[in-house]
């Protein structure tokens, strides 16, 4: 509470002091700060950086690496295996081979885990650092744009609409501000700001009228303020300090979540049924126990963790090379899985780049006067300066003599999205002022009362009215985007214009722009359609230019629906509308997060690219908000994702991306729990009827290390194409599916297995049946045992990846990469050969004899051939496989 207070007076101390008071405090003057005084300032008031909390020690990263809910379980049983096999065993029997390669496993695991994580963080911020936004800062006598971070106290900022605030400032002027403080206060409505000086104290430190805070952002208006405050000491720094708000998880977190724990039951259930099974037909119960904690480890993915990470990390690498920069690793899986992407029609399906085509009279005629005033409007607006602006300025600078254009500004009302225009009034040398005001058409229909025919002003009837609109209309039909431009001589107010001031005004005539539509558009949405994406139009333009951009594209539109109608409709008859159509028109910002709402609660995954102030409430709303890099700062800070090029086409490679790394992911999960389930159900059915442990404790440790370690080579193979035309979602269900199907499947050749081993190689080469043998003899039979059976589970294993990875036949229809058929080629090699060295007999292991790898590659085939068989079954049943 007393922090509070003491915030509260610091704030009551900037808002009550007037400029010069100000200036005085942190040494400045009108022309802002010097480089040296920068530095100064810096070390004095310290970074324009926010700490949220306190950053994670290494150690405490080191601790998450290796503290998770399988490496605890391995952690768990190498202690008591420790305990088994070295303290409690008699000196001859001591052997800590078992409790090394338990915490081996845990070592590779954990490492792993914490490379992947240091990485990803530093790749996160990489790409992170490609995305900069930044301030309009006054330095040296002129506004430079600098990034955010290099802002100290005393630096002089100007804002317009569309900006972050990019610190704690004190207001020096204001025009018809507007600041959204949903941020820190969550208040719905905007809140206007004034620079006047305030005195006494306010009930809070956000209702100060005079003082902006970091963390909010410019709706309309435009203003200039000095920075007061920076990084930790912002009232949002504050907030970010002492509230440590963890992030909602997303669907893919809680599925890795669920499976890790249904993986986790699954052991905890299976392990002591094995345990109890063979207690009793062996007799021997500290074996039975030793072999139960392997078949545990044996459960365990402890590689899950690491895998994840480093598919996340190289999908968003992977994208970033592809124009896609994504700032939160986690939104990777809502990217592949979106289904329906809501656009802007500016910029996105149109080539952005806007050409001032026509400016002309009320009468249609070419006129250099509607030019010249609506130069002077968009050339004197402080605001942000849209691309119509643009277009203006350089039609003007080439047609019209500019520096014989000789004004003074004297006020402005900047443009906002309910009135949809703007005005600036401006004084000639001999002292005649003027408002000069531009917008939509309607809109300046709407506030004018004349209108100026061949240089004569007349009062507006309803007849010229719809003679401009029949004008306009056909413009828009030609997808020309059209404004009209009114004036008003001497107006009465000076120094305190208003709206209230935009009446009886004259309409001069109007200006026709052109915005063709991209080249690669229409071919950008056949191929978002074709991978299972619907493309809406949610724009704040008129319904005659977006149909015709619409037409242009090859868009289908069967009605447009007007955020008029939209604003009558409950959500439940919304979610209908936005179900049923595909192209909105005139829509305010509200309206377009409505929209993105209802197409959510439709059960959809739902993408909203935009870069305008208008979008950033839909990004925010969306699953996935996508921005571009020349964006407003609002709409980048409000994205999960940054194009890099403002292209539908760029935006498809990334979807597909997205897919992969889903798929990749996707691949490790399914295939290692059924092949879990498969080994614990054959371990079963051996342990009833098997004399001896179907395979020793440390044989089930070494044969999962390498098959974890094949493992790894995952996040580097490729999809099937057709994989990547549908999105993907989590669906956690699928899982236990997968190892219902797929589980017992690789359990019927291990039997086969079994009763090869057991009943014909064995018997074979040791010289008899096992019952028949000698002690001595039948030690030989078991280790031969092991071994048939340890080659056999690590081909099957192994191999299964290949053969669930796609639903096309392996090796013929569909091949991995290089990597992972290298890697896992690798691990096959190795478990063959171990029998035959000298740490394969360390484990156990006898060498085999030849007609035993007939045998085996007979079994592999058939394997294979089931799997394929029975993925038929299953993608008929449940439509896909991964």
Not at 339 to 365: A, F, P, R
Not at 612 to 637: H, Q, R
């Amino acid at each position: 509470m007393e922090k509070k207070k003491e915030t509260r007076k610091v704030y009551a101390g900037f808002a009550s002091k007037n400029k010069q008071q100000l200036f005085d405090l942190f040494q400045t003057t009108q022309k802002g700060l010097s480089s040296e005084q920068v530095e100064n300032l810096r070390e004095t008031y310290g970074n324009n950086s926010i700490s949220y909390g306190k950053k994670t020690p290494f150690i405490v990263e080191v601790i998450k690496a290796f503290i998770t809910p399988f490496t605890l379980v391995l952690i768990a049983l190498g202690i008591i295996s420790f305990i088994t096999e070295y303290l409690l065993a008699a000196p001859a029997d001591k052997d800590l081979f078992g409790v090394i390669i338990i915490f081996a496993m845990v070592l590779v695991s954990g490492t792993m885990t914490l490379i992947q994580s240091v990485r990803s963080n530093q790749a996160a911020e990489k790409l992170k650092s490609l995305v900069k936004v930044t301030a309009a800062v006054k330095r040296d006598g002129e506004y430079k744009e600098i990034p955010m971070e290099e802002i100290v106290c005393g630096d002089q900022v100007r804002l317009s609409a569309g900006d972050m605030i990019p610190a704690d400032m004190r207001l020096l002027s204001a025009k018809d501000l507007f600041i959204s403080q949903a941020a820190l206060t969550g208040e719905s409505y905007p809140v206007e700001k004034h620079a006047t000086v305030c005195s006494g104290r306010t009930q809070s430190e956000t209702s100060y009228e005079n003082i902006a805070f970091m963390g909010s952002n410019v709706i309309s208006g435009s203003a200039e303020g000095i920075i007061i405050s920076v990084g930790n000491d912002t009232m949002f720094g504050h907030v970010a300090q002492n509230l440590s708000q963890k992030p909602i998880k997303t669907s893919f977190e809680l599925g890795i979540q669920k499976t890790s724990m249904l993986l986790i039951k699954f052991m905890a259930l299976m392990a002591p049924t094995v345990i109890v099974i063979n207690g009793f037909t062996k007799g021997d119960w500290l074996e039975a126990f030793l072999f139960g904690l392997s078949v545990a480890v044996g459960l365990t993915p402890e590689m899950l963790p690491m895998i994840v990470t480093t598919n996340l990390v190289k999908g968003a690498s992977a994208m970033a090379k592809k124009g896609t920069v994504i700032k939160n690793l986690n939104a990777i899986q809502n990217f592949g899985a979106i289904d329906v992407l809501c656009t802007d029609k500016t910029g996105t399906l149109t080539q952005d780049k806007i050409i001032l085509e026509y400016h002309m009279d009320c009468e249609g005629n070419e006129n250099d006067r509607v030019l010249r005033h609506a130069y002077l409007n968009s050339y004197y607006q402080t605001g942000l300066k849209n691309l119509l602006d643009v277009a203006i300025i350089d039609e003007a600078v080439e047609t019209l003599d500019t520096e014989k254009i000789r004004y003074q500004k004297v006020d402005e009302i900047p443009f906002d999205f309910e009135r949809r225009r703007m005005s600036v009034v401006v004084a000639d040398p001999a002292g005649k002022t003027q408002m000069i005001t531009k917008g939509a058409i309607e809109e300046m229909l709407s506030i004018s009362s004349y209108i100026d025919l061949g240089g004569e002003v007349k009062p507006l009837t309803a007849e010229q009215r719809e003679t401009v609109l029949a004008k306009v209309k056909d413009l828009n039909e030609d997808g020309l985007r059209v404004i009209g431009v009114a004036q008003k001589t001497n107006p009465s107010v000076v120094g305190e214009f208003s709206v209230k001031d935009e009446s009886e005004m004259v309409l001069i005539g109007y200006l026709a722009f052109l915005d063709p539509p991209k080249e690669t558009t229409k071919q950008a949405l056949k191929a978002l359609k074709d991978h299972g994406v619907a493309v809406k139009v949610l724009t704040g333009d008129n319904e005659l230019v977006t149909r015709s951009v619409c037409r242009q594209v090859g868009l289908q539109i069967n009605e447009l629906i007007t955020g008029e109608k939209i604003a009558e409709m409950s959500d439940k008859e919304l979610g209908k509308v936005a179900e049923a159509h595909d192209v909105f028109v005139k829509l305010n910002p509200q309206q377009k997060a409505r929209l993105t709402t209802a197409l959510r609660n439709n059960g959809h995954t739902v993408g909203f690219l935009g870069d305008g102030i208008n979008d950033a409430p839909a990004m925010k709303v969306a699953d996935i908000g996508i921005s571009v890099d020349t964006a407003v700062d609002i709409a980048k800070e409000s994205a999960d994702v940054i194009l890099l090029e403002k292209d539908l086409m760029i935006l498809e490679k990334g979807l597909l991306s997205g897919r992969e790394t889903f798929g990749n992911i996707m691949k490790y999960i399914k295939a290692t729990a059924s092949s879990n389930f498969g080994n614990m159900f054959s371990v079963l059915v051996a342990s009833t009827f098997l004399p001896f442990l179907p395979m020793l404790p440390l044989q089930i440790l070494f044969l999962n290390l390498i098959y974890d370690v094949s493992c790894i080579s995952l996040p580097w193979d490729r999809m099937d194409k057709e994989y990547l035309h549908e999105p993907k979602k989590w669906e956690a269900s699928s899982i236990g599916k997968f190892m219902v199907y797929f589980g017992p499947t690789s359990s019927v050749f291990d039997i086969t297995t079994y009763l090869l081993m057991y009943f014909v190689i064995c018997p074979a080469v040791v010289g008899g049946s096992y019952h028949t043998l000698t002690g001595s003899q039948q030690v030989l039979f078991i280790a031969l045992f092991h071994a048939g059976w340890f080659v056999e589970s690590l081909w099957t294993q192994t191999l299964v990846l290949h053969a669930l990875r796609t639903p096309k036949v392996p090796f013929l229809q569909s091949n991995a990469t290089f990597i992972m058929f290298s890697i896992t080629t690798l691990g096959i090699l190795v478990g063959s050969v171990l029998p035959f060295t000298n740490f394969g007999e360390g484990l156990g292991l006898l060498p085999l004899p030849g007609n035993y790898w007939i045998w085996l590659i007979v079994t592999v085939i058939a394997y294979l051939g089931l799997v394929t068989f029975m993925k038929k079954i299953y993608i008929n049943k449940f439509g896909e496989l991964l």
